[in-house]
């Protein structure tokens, strides 16, 4: 007889605390081994197998994100979760205040231009949509102190890692040019957000290899690659008025092995966008 799906809250526990202590190894920059991790884990467990915990892992990798926290590269985030599970992982967040000091340090660590990128092999296929049309569940809403957190927006703040990743998409956009043999294009190209100005909605001026203009926004994270990132209203607007020319440049994993999809049109035919705050003048 097949066993039942249901988890305890004891086999929940274990493995959001198994998950967590995977995770805070991931943040600190150490390494860990996510087999052997899983096959201890699974000496804990109630008989399940290696795709129920697979599934659960990224269960937990959905919560993350709909805490705004970053998540295990690898473990793509899968949404339809209980809530028993979201409170656990708020709960093991809240009561160790490691996490948040290893989180804290790791989206304000300074970054570089790394060095001997294959540019061959650096545009990677992009994130294939959700299959979903609704979720099973409203995203959970956090209303402790871990919803207080927003590490997403923290590693957006960080000046010296979107600079690095926009003087690496100036490699790779010469590198594509003089690749197609347009020598003369990629001379052209400029960095406009350091000539004109962080506010045009667009970061890089480059070109197609028929001499049209091609508009770049460059959004950079350290992390997994279906990370949410942030659009500022001009980039919203600028991406709808110039859609055949817009281009989102998505640098993932960058401290480790940097990685980029493009994602070309206006941003609202990619993302689902959620106004997370406003401005409010006094009437």
Same mark, same amino acid.
């Given at each position: ?12 526990? +274990? ?9 805070? *190894?991931? !943040? ?12 201890? *884990? ?7 197998? &290696? ?6 892992? /990224? ?7 709909? +805490? ?20 656990? =992982? ?9 996490? &948040?000091? =290893?989180? /804290?340090? @790791?989206?304000? /660590?300074? @970054?570089? =231009? ?19 049309? /609704? ?32 003087? +690496? ?7 594509? *040019? ?14 406009? @957000?350091?000539?004109?100005? &962080?506010? !045009?909605?667009?970061?890089? *001026? ?48 960058? $401290? ?6 493009? +994602? ?9 966008? &959620? ?5 409010? $003048?006094?009437?």
């Amino acid at each position: 007889m097949a066993r039942a799906d249901h988890w305890s809250d004891t086999e929940i526990a +274990l493995t959001v605390a198994d998950y967590m202590k995977m995770f805070t *190894l991931e !943040l600190a920059g150490q390494r860990y081994n996510k087999s052997a991790h899983r096959r201890a *884990l699974l000496k804990l467990l109630n008989g399940r197998s &290696d795709a129920a915990v697979e599934l659960k892992h /990224q269960n937990i990798s959905a919560v993350l994100r709909d +805490l705004n926290c970053f998540w295990i590269p690898g473990y793509k985030p899968r949404s339809n979760y209980q809530e028993a599970l979201a409170t656990y =992982v708020e709960d093991w967040i809240n009561s160790h205040s490691d996490f &948040d000091r =290893v989180s /804290q340090a @790791a989206v304000k /660590q300074p @970054a570089f =231009v790394p060095t001997g990128v294959e540019f061959s092999t650096l545009l990677v296929e992009t994130p294939k949509p959700s299959t979903t049309i /609704q979720e099973e569940h409203p995203p959970y809403s956090p209303n402790r102190a871990a919803s207080k957190r927003d590490y997403v927006a923290q590693e957006a703040r960080n000046s010296a890692l979107g600079s690095a990743g926009e003087l +690496l998409i100036l490699e790779y956009e010469e590198y594509r *040019l003089r690749s197609a043999g347009e020598r003369t294009l990629a001379n052209r190209i400029e960095h406009v @957000a350091q000539s004109k100005g &962080d506010g !045009l909605g667009y970061d890089i *001026l480059s070109f197609e290899t028929s001499g049209q203009e091609r508009f770049i926004e460059v959004k950079t994270t350290a992390f997994a690659k279906e990370t949410p990132f942030y659009a500022s209203r001009n980039e919203v607007s600028f991406s709808a008025d110039f859609q055949d020319q817009f281009h989102i440049y998505r640098l993932f994993e960058f $401290r480790k092995s940097p990685k980029l999809f493009s +994602l070309a049109g206006a941003i609202s035919d990619h993302c689902q966008m &959620d106004p997370v705050n406003f401005i409010c $003048r006094l009437r």
